[in-house]
Structure formats: structure tokens, C-alpha cells
Nanobody, 118 residues
């Protein structure tokens, strides 16, 4: 079982910045990333990074404003969020994927609230 511990959410004014962290109980993954869910909406993909090759993927709505990275130990991912907008307000969930024997296995963090005021 993989444990994901998130931190870094909070309240910020529009145009401000926040940094989320996702610390995992193991070091090797296929990928890690974040999804978010706003009230009344479905959970949506935000950003992801592969552990091999450091390939990054961003939703169009956050390109140029959000940056994902990981530490050299390979157990923590970071999401730097700049130029935040009120529409970025949501619960952000860390997601980690490992390769299972027959199919990928996903793990989720507990979620952290990000609120952007206008």
C-alpha cells in the first residue's frame, strides 16, 4: 500500500502563488500528478510527470502558470502554481501510478483545498 501525504493548500488572492507537495511512502513510480475537483464539477486532470524521463503533461487551463517537479530522491512531487485565478479554486488530489502485474495501480492523496479569491 502506498501512502500519499499532501500539503501546501490554502487561501490566496488572484494573481498569487501556492506550492503543493505530495510526499509518498515509496520512491519509484510510473508517474505522479494532480487532479482537482471544484464544487459541483467532476474531477479533472491538472498536471502529471513521469518518473522516467521526467516527461510532463499539463491541462490547457494551467499551461504557463503551473509547474510540476519532483525531488532527486524520487519520493516527492511538487506543484508550483503561479498567477492563480478564482477558477483554480478546487480540492487538489495527488495521484500516483505504479505498474502492477496486469494493469496500472493508482493511489490518491487525501486532497488539499486551494481557494483563490478575486
Amino acid at each position: 500500500q502506498v501512502q500519499l501525504e499532501e500539503s501546501g493548500g490554502g487561501l490566496v488572492q488572484a494573481g498569487g502563488s501556492l506550492r503543493l507537495s505530495c510526499a509518498a511512502s515509496r520512491r519509484s513510480f510510473y508517474s505522479m500528478g494532480w487532479f482537482r475537483q471544484a464544487p459541483g464539477k467532476e474531477r479533472e486532470f491538472v498536471v502529471g510527470i513521469t518518473w522516467t524521463g521526467d516527461y510532463t503533461y499539463y491541462a490547457d487551463s494551467v499551461k504557463g502558470r503551473f509547474t510540476i517537479s519532483k525531488d532527486s530522491a524520487g519520493s516527492t512531487a511538487y506543484l508550483q502554481m503561479n498567477s492563480l485565478k478564482p477558477e483554480d479554486t478546487a480540492v487538489y488530489y495527488c495521484n500516483a501510478v505504479i505498474k502492477g502485474w496486469s494493469a496500472p495501480i493508482e493511489y490518491w492523496g487525501q486532497g488539499t483545498q486551494v481557494t483563490v479569491s478575486s
